[in-house]
């Protein structure tokens, strides 16, 4: 119960922060100040929680969770490649929004793409698109608070009314801080994350008896291929290094790019994000394929039994069998079950604190579209004019309570497993609509029919995968030889297949042809469709008109 | 020629994230590090080293002046 009192007394500060955030606010009233802290952030502020913003309760269950069943691949696939993709978006992209956003006063990507291209409903269908994948986020966020609280406490805390508190402390700090209580929470919360790597690692380590022990043991035993990258395929590999587009184009991220004061507080975030993201990710990781030398904990046991029979008999097994098995073998809950065998107990709270700042990671996404939902909807369809900006600000808290009440309600009917796959889909979306801020900022010559072909294309493309997934069940892994179910082939080559991770396009995961159908697109329905004005064209590129 | 090294350096970079070499390898480094998770330890590192060059050596300065006069013809309109 000590863990559940130290997790309870860090919601606690988180909630305080909120509500301090809120009486430290000038204009209350004022949607600038509420949903961009009057682009006031500073460095520090800036740059945590941008991170932050950006690391969810995958960065430490999943990662670690990943590995477990992976081995050390996780680092190379998704941290490394976003170490490098994500800091040169926010240096190519994030500086540019943010001149933008100062000139013109945007606050959502969907006024920036309004303006750029003189559209109007066109804004609206790509609202719609994002709106429709940040969702998913914020009821996994619920689901995950729920879960941790309930294993932290011992079960002492049921599912639904850890949800419930997670849901009525990020609800609170957001609603009553706005940008500044999220920004704030968030660094905090980076804080956390930044020394839970650094404390776990040390702990876990000195209770292991030392990792030289464990990973050697593990180098001459069958658990060796976790120590390389040999049951994952290069062009699976190559492909993920797609995903990490999806960072710039979430609207939550480049909405946190509006908030910096100076374009010069982008140089630190810029610089030490890779080292931020090494800094989480290489503990959980190493910890994650480590866990797999712990012989004293049964339920690390059971996971890996579960893993063993579903390579060797998975193939002779019903889809749903299959699918019951790979729930058991997941390892999600690795790291939390390491510290509970090898932290002292006020430790595991501590670090326990460190896991719920993960999970509820999802207060910006409330946030981003309560901002999108009263910018790019009620104020942009009348709203504001008619009722007044105060009134705007209070239909943006109350949009917050709505969203945050449905992703609770939903978190409690659905299955984990629904809104875990839609993550999965909608970072490959994300990453599809990367072409429309590259299009937007970079070349003149792209048009809002361009960008509404990229916006339909991603919304097919993320249905159909989804579809396609749900209808073919994943196949059982099998280590030495192709398990892939091929539905199409094309001169002798996998077109596409369901593999027992998800789907392959001529090997490479589906978010490799989604962007570049996205960026075909929208370049050869630009160059068929009328420009903007030249006066436009010229106010985000200067006078040279194409 | 300062800025086209710089995209060299990007790129290969990009292009040094696919490791081939390392696939298979189970070394250990220090004796507990596996190489292909080093290799990616050096890598973040890189990259940061990167980032601190295109922030030194390319950073977009004409935007911070675009947004400082837009903001005087702002004040003077006022």
């Known amino acids: 119960m000590i863990p559940a009192i130290v997790v309870f007394l860090y919601l606690a500060a988180v909630v305080y922060i909120g509500i301090f955030a809120f009486r430290r606010a000038a204009g209350k009233e004022q949607a600038e100040d509420y949903f961009l802290a009057s682009r006031s952030l500073g460095p520090f502020v800036f740059l945590f929680s941008l991170f932050g913003t950006n690391m969810t309760a995958f960065a430490i269950l999943g990662s670690s969770g990943h590995a477990f069943s992976n081995g050390i691949v996780t680092f190379g696939l998704m941290a ?8 040169l978006s926010i240096f ?17 990507p969907v006024q920036m793409f309004r303006d750029r291209w003189e559209c109007s409903h ?25 879960t941790t609280l309930y294993t932290i406490s011992g079960g002492v805390v049921p599912f639904w009314f850890g949800g419930a508190i997670v849901a009525m402390v990020v609800m609170s700090y957001v609603f009553f801080g706005g940008m500044r209580g999220t920004a704030w929470v968030n660094t905090f919360q980076t804080v956390l994350f930044l020394c839970f790597g650094a404390i776990a690692l040390t702990v876990i380590g000195v209770g292991m008896g030392g990792f030289r022990s464990a990973a050697q043991a593990m180098a001459a035993s069958p658990l060796a291929p976790l120590l390389s990258r040999e049951r994952i395929s290069p062009f699976y590999f190559f492909s993920y290094t797609f995903i990490p587009l999806s960072a710039i184009a979430f609207p939550h991220i480049l909405i946190f790019c509006l908030t910096a004061r100076k ?32 012989t004293e904990i049964p339920q690390i046991k059971e996971r890996q039994v579960a893993r063993a029979t579903l390579a060797t008999q998975g193939k002779t097994m019903e889809p749903e069998q299959r699918d019951q098995l790979r729930e058991k073998s997941a390892g999600d809950d690795v790291i939390m079950l390491l510290l509970q065998q090898y932290a002292p107990l006020w430790l595991a709270g501590l670090l326990g604190a460190g896991i719920m700042a993960a999970v509820m990671a999802s207060d910006s996404q409330i946030l981003a579209l309560s901002t999108m939902f009263t910018e790019d909807v009620f104020a942009f369809y009348g709203g504001k004019t008619r009722f007044g900006e105060a009134v705007q600000v209070q239909t943006g808290r109350i949009f917050i309570i709505l969203i945050t009440l449905f992703a609770y309600i939903v978190a409690l009917q659905a299955p984990e497993t629904i809104f875990e ?24 010559g792209s048009t809002k029919w361009g ?26 892994p099998s280590p030495g030889s192709n398990p892939n179910i091929v539905f199409w082939w094309l001169g002798g080559t996998e077109a596409l297949s369901r593999t027992p991770g998800g789907t392959a396009v001529f090997g490479f995961m589906p978010v490799v042809p989604m962007v570049i159908v996205s960026a075909l697109l929208m370049y050869f329905v630009s160059l068929a469709t009328k420009k903007p004005a030249p006066s436009t064209i010229a106010r985000y590129f200067g006078g040279q008109h194409s | 020629m300062k800025r086209f090294l710089l995209v060299v350096a990007v790129v290969a970079l990009y292009v040094l994230h696919q490791d081939i070499w390392f696939w298979r390898s189970r070394y250990l480094v220090f004796g507990f590090f596996p190489i292909g998770l080093f290799y990616h330890f050096c890598f973040s590192i890189a990259a940061a080293l990167l980032m601190w060059l295109l922030v030194t050596f390319a950073w977009p300065s004409h935007l911070e002046r675009e947004v400082e006069q837009a903001q005087r013809e702002e004040d003077v309109t006022r």
């Open chain 1, 80 to 87: 490394s490649s976003s170490g490098l993709v994500i800091p």
């Open chain 1, 92 to 108: 190519l992209i994030g500086t540019r929004v943010w001149a933008l956003g100062k000139k013109y006063g945007f606050m959502t």
């Open chain 1, 122 to 146: 066109i804004g609206t269908v790509i609202f719609a698109v994002q709106a429709a994948m940040l969702v998913p986020y914020i009821i996994i966020g619920i689901m995950g608070g729920g």
């Open chain 1, 263 to 294: 374009i010069t507080q982008f140089k630190k975030t810029v610089i030490f994000y890779p080292i931020c993201i090494m800094a989480i990710w290489l503990p959980c990781v190493f910890l994650g394929v480590m866990a797999n030398r712990v």
């Open chain 1, 421 to 444: 796959l839609a993550i999965q889909y909608a970072f490959s979306g994300f990453a599809s609509l990367s072409p429309l801020l590259i299009g937007a900022l970079f070349w003149r």
């Open chain 1, 451 to 476: 960008a509404l072909a990229v916006t339909l294309w991603t919304a097919a493309a993320v249905v159909a995968v989804a579809v396609f997934q749900s209808m073919v069940p994943a196949p059982a």
